[in-house]
């Protein structure tokens, strides 16, 4: 059996247990894409991240990133995570990955900025909705509204096909109506899709938007706190609220904020991190 460093990191948190963990496994060289996905399972949490260095000046590693259940084209926590181990006495870690193109983490006073590339949406067409339904033909917008936890359906729907994953954001009426959401996570399984709800925050919070995130079909129901959603939340609600500058907060159990800025085409989302495992993998 051989030994292999692994780390788990709770991402966008400022203590343990909050945020999103996701685990950091440094190699040598890339082990069988079934060996990678075996290592996710038996982790089981939302994101396990693998690197190997680089072999260029253009970045430091190679990332890639695996669900319990699938290699996905981006992550924005399980970076955040991977900087927080790799990045030493560095001000900046570059990693280059297969479907995202070149991330970077650097040092900030308050913790890790990500630059991640920004997800452009836009309003929903008709031939967007025929492409987001489950098998049964129930729509995304009735999958994630269908127990009436929400008093008014959301406002709009927007979506996204040209960045590194399929994306659905739902603005929901207010902060409770996200809150209360109850998809029906056997249907909304069927949709290849990241699915966004989100609204303004509710006035006098510390946080300008509030968000929570379903991805069933990758493995994931619901995701603590998602750096990839907040590169299209960025962008959608920069142009709501006028300003390249606010902050979120993602509303899962374990909840956490991210401090969001739109800079071109680019997101940079700001957080902190804390090592809570540390040991090896015998495998």
């Not at 929901?172 to 949709?191: H, K, N």
Request: charged share 25%.
């Amino acid at each position: 059996m051989r030994e292999l460093r692994l780390v788990q990191v709770d991402a966008f948190a400022d203590r343990p247990f909050t945020g999103n963990p996701a685990a950091v496994m440094p190699l040598a060289a890339w082990l069988p894409d079934e060996t990678l996905q075996a290592i996710a399972m038996e982790n089981n949490l939302s994101e396990t991240a693998f690197t190997i260095p680089a072999e260029d000046g253009e970045a430091d590693y190679e990332l890639r990133w695996f669900t319990p259940t699938a290699e996905v084209a981006l992550c924005g926590h399980a970076t955040l995570a991977s900087g927080h181990v790799l990045i030493g006495d560095r001000e900046r870690i570059r990693f280059r990955t297969r479907k995202a193109g070149l991330l970077a983490v650097s040092r900030t006073a308050a913790g890790y900025s990500l630059d991640l590339p920004a997800t452009p949406m836009r309003p929903a067409s008709a031939a967007d909705l025929r492409d987001v339904i489950a098998r049964d033909g129930a729509g995304i917008v009735d999958i994630i509204t269908h127990d009436g936890a929400s008093d008014a359906a959301p406002a709009e729907l927007h979506l996204d096909r040209s960045g590194a994953e399929k994306t659905a954001i739902l603005l929901m009426a207010d902060e409770e109506a996200v809150r209360r959401c109850r998809p029906d996570m056997r249907r909304l399984g069927e949709i290849d899709v990241m699915a966004i709800v989100t609204a303004r925050a509710d006035a006098g919070a510390a946080y300008d938007v509030v968000s929570r995130v379903f991805v069933p079909a990758w493995g994931v129901d619901e995701d603590p706190v998602t750096g990839s959603a907040h590169a299209a939340l960025a962008p959608f609600w920069s142009e709501l609220l006028g300003r390249d500058a606010f902050v979120a907060y993602q509303a899962s159990r374990r909840g956490g904020l991210i401090d969001c800025r739109l800079a071109g085409d680019r997101a940079i989302l700001g957080g902190k991190c804390v090592t809570v495992i540390e040991g090896a993998m015998r495998i």
